[in-house]
């Protein structure tokens, strides 16, 4: 099934979940934000001035608690990232842990992806896109709310440099067929791993976190793919 990103804007691929937060995530929301948050208002990001330098950028699409993140960014600090996620608190907990670890090459984005992809990066502007573990949507009435498919994943291309690279990683089976699929229809993207082949656990996971040892302790096999946009 083919979605344009406009249909996309009007079903959303997650679920508005903002919850209640601790005592520490709202201070941290309160007191961080202005210093490590940005602003789709703001228009298109400059990476330079954001970041006080110039250096690979990656786009993290859906950090959750950003445990993962944090560690991604602690083991490069030659990289900066920029993640973007919908669930406040999530974004209260990385921000305090970016507080705790004087982490300098992270910037969080609370917002809808796609209007970030549309309205703030420039086009090749990335060095890398991730997308850990997004929602799998099970129910095969609500596949139409799975982010990843061929549109969107066009609309990462456009802001992915050459050389650039594709990561993602699910434990949900049927969603990792899907997702080898939307992304060996690109002729500009070419398997890390072998044509149709999954890839090892890369280095930009380098925290295994909670919920991937409940997915694991269930049966649940983690699937990731690594494609690389050719020069």
Not at 54 to 80: K, M, N, R, W
Not at 127 to 133: D, K, M, N, T, Y
Request: hydrophobic share 40%; proline share 5%; with cysteine.
């Amino acid at each position: 099934m083919t979605v344009s990103l406009e249909h996309l804007r009007r079903i959303r691929s997650f679920v508005r979940r903002d919850g209640r937060m601790t005592p520490a995530q709202r201070r941290a929301v309160t007191e961080l934000r202005g210093r490590f948050g940005l602003d789709v208002s703001e228009g298109l990001m400059d990476f330079s001035r954001i970041f006080g330098r110039s250096a690979p950028c990656y786009l993290e699409i859906g950090f959750g608690t950003g445990h993962s993140l944090l560690a991604a960014a602690l083991q490069h600090p030659e990289v900066d990232f920029i993640g973007v996620e919908t669930h406040l608190p999530g974004i209260g907990t990385l921000l305090a842990g970016i507080e705790e670890k004087g982490v300098t090459n992270i910037r969080v984005c609370h917002s809808d992806v796609v209007l970030v992809l549309g309205q703030c990066l420039a086009p090749e502007s990335l060095a890398g896109v991730q997308i850990f573990f997004p929602d799998p949507w099970p129910k095969r009435r609500h596949h139409k709310r799975r982010l990843v498919q061929t549109p969107f994943i066009k609309d990462c291309l456009s802001k992915l440099a050459p050389g650039g690279i594709l990561h993602l990683a699910t434990d949900w089976e049927e969603y990792a067929v899907q997702m080898m699929r939307v992304l060996s229809e690109f002729s500009e993207l070419e398997n890390m791993a072998g044509a149709h082949q999954y890839a090892a656990r890369s280095n930009q996971r380098p925290l295994v976190t909670r919920f991937e040892k409940r997915g694991e302790q269930a049966g649940h096999v983690i699937r990731e793919l690594a494609f690389v946009k050719k020069i």
